[in-house]
């Protein structure tokens, strides 16, 4: 199996069952909603699992798991201890660090858990080709470029619907390339910072943090509430 498509494999696992200590998307995004906001949004059934859809998707309480979860993030990805303490729990798909393995464990987990907020199916095969396109940092107008949209058009579950099959599996195709590139090489310009004792973890946490803001903003143009 291709470097990329590991790293694939690792963000879809993220999202879906967690890593180590890290949970998946949708009971992360679910334990940051208010209690009154869960009650009655689990599907009936044996085995109690929540629903593909949050019944809630797009209200206020949502809006606000979705803040904290960015926030969190942040949080998280700039805790270089953290991450590096993650990596063991990682099979390394490719020769990156731990602290970046793990930076990519955490942007996945929060752009699934964004989508599921949102009401997106996370089994949905758009939106898993478009999770780990968002997790290697494109941008809003990248994903619509993806997507076939012209220059300037807002993604909206309309233009989602009429996605055929043949662009999906385009995605599917580049994205294992962009996370390689993002995650492969996201210390490769600080290298000489590690001259100087303690700099190079203060740099990168700050690149690690500044670069989960930025996908959990990206996060929430591509996957609109309406």
Do not use: C, W
């Not at 970046?100 to 929060?110: C, K, T």
Request: aromatic share 6%; glycine share 12%.
């Amino acid at each position: 199996m291709k470097a990329g498509d590991r790293l694939q494999k690792l963000v879809m696992t993220a999202v879906t069952d967690g890593v180590g200590p890290v949970t998946g998307s949708v009971a992360y995004a679910i334990s940051r909603l208010p209690k009154t906001a869960t009650t009655h949004s689990f599907a009936s059934g044996d085995s109690g699992a929540p629903p593909t859809i949050f019944s809630g998707a797009g209200g206020p309480d949502a809006e606000a798991a979705i803040r904290r979860i960015i926030r969190e993030s942040q949080l998280t990805a700039g805790s270089n201890g953290f991450l590096t303490g993650l990596g063991g729990f990682i099979t390394m798909p490719v020769s990156i660090p731990a602290n970046v393995a793990g930076n990519l464990v955490i942007n996945a987990r929060m752009v699934g858990a964004i989508a599921y907020l949102r009401g997106y199916s996370l089994e949905d095969p758009f939106v898993r080709s478009m999770l780990p396109l968002v997790v290697a940092g494109s941008s809003a107008q990248s994903a619509a470029a993806a997507l076939g949209l012209k220059v300037g058009e807002q993604l909206s579950r309309r233009a989602i619907a009429k996605v055929s099959v043949e662009t999906i599996r385009s995605i599917n195709k580049k994205v294992g390339f962009y996370l390689v590139a993002k995650y492969g090489t996201q210390r490769a310009a600080f290298t000489l910072t590690k001259v100087v004792p303690g700099v190079s973890a203060l740099v990168g946490g700050a690149i690690d943090a500044t670069l989960t803001t930025s996908i959990g903003k990206v996060a929430k143009r591509v996957f609109p509430i309406s």
